[in-house]
């Protein structure tokens, strides 16, 4: 799906919200700075916990970071059901099989004024 498709999807959407809890969800973050230059990419992994328009995706990490949560923001627009298989963290070598969905958000700090 390009970027434009995304953009045209509800910002949330709460019969995909009802899914989420007890799904594991395999998220990518890329980072940029205020001239858009690439600064960093994470890939993590969890269990969601809730899924609410107000507070957003609360996450409970596994793996590697295991015992910390994480709060996506309430943005669905980027997150989709994840095809079957084995999934490699670039960042860790870590190995997820068969999440249930997967987000991506890309990431830009402000331009220094």
């Known amino acids: 799906m390009s970027g434009s498709e995304v953009e045209k999807r509800p910002v949330w959407n709460e019969a995909l919200a009802r899914q989420l809890p007890g799904k594991v969800l395999l998220v990518g973050m890329t980072y940029f700075d205020g001239n858009g230059q690439f600064i960093?990419?994470?890939?993590?992994?969890?269990?969601?916990?809730s899924a609410n328009e107000r507070n957003g995706i609360l996450l409970n990490l596994e793996g590697r970071r295991a015992?910390?949560?994480?709060?996506l923001p309430p943005d669905m627009r980027s997150i989709?059901?994840?095809s079957p298989g084995e999934y490699r963290l670039r960042s860790t070598g870590e190995v997820v099989v068969d999440p249930d969905f997967t987000v991506t958000f890309s990431l830009r700090q402000?331009?220094?004024a």
Do not use: K, S, W
């Open 80 to 82: 989709f059901e994840a």
């Open 67 to 71: 015992g910390e949560q994480y709060n």
């Open 40 to 49: 960093e990419q994470q890939e993590f992994f969890g269990r969601v916990v």
């Open 110 to 112: 402000q331009p220094h």
